[in-house]
C-alpha cells in the first residue's frame, strides 16, 4: 500500500531558528491534543508523533483506518528541504515572468546551489532572459523550497482553519504539498 502525505512548508523561515519553531509548533499541536508527545516509530524510517486524542478537529474527516496503520505520525523537518509529491512526475517548471515551460533547462547546479545555501540558485529563461532563483519557478505538480516542514502521514484532508491557524503559529505564509510514495 502507498503511503500519503501532506507537507506544510514556510518558505520563509527565519533559517537561524527553525529548531526553536518547531519546538514552538509542537506545543501548539501538543496542548490541543492533535498529537501526542511522545516520539515513537510512526512515518517513514525517522520518529514521528501519533494522532492525539483531538486529531479529528483539524480533519475535514477521519481517512479510513489510519489510526490503525503503522505510518500515521507527524514528521517534523527543520532543515532545508525540497518537499514535493514524490509519486508523481514533474510536468512542468514554469518561468514565474512568461510562464513558459522551462523543464529542458538542466536544473541539477541551481537545486546543489540553494541546497548549500550558495547564492547562484538562478535559473535564466529561454523565453525571456529573465533570470529567477529556482524556488520562484512555478512547479508542476506543486514542489516547495524551505527550512522548516510539518510532514502528516496518511491524515487525509485538513480543514482550512488548521492552516490558518498555523499560519499565525508559524509566522509566516504556508505551503501546502500533497504527495504520495
Ligand atoms: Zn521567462
Known sequence: MSDNHTSIVSEKTNINNTKELGEKVLQFLIERKIIEEKLTDCTLGVLGYKPGSNFL?????????????????????????????NGENLEGIYCPNCKQNQIEKNWSNALDSWYNKSNSDLIKCSNCSYENSITKFIFEPNWAFGDFGLVFWNWGKFKNQFFTDLEKVIGTEIKVIYGKV
Open 57 to 85: 478537529s483539524v480533519l475535514e474527516k477521519q481517512n479510513g483506518d489510519f489510526l490503525n496503520l503503522g505510518v500515521n505520525g507527524l514528521e517534523v523537518i527543520t532543515k532545508r528541504t525540497v518537499f514535493h509529491s
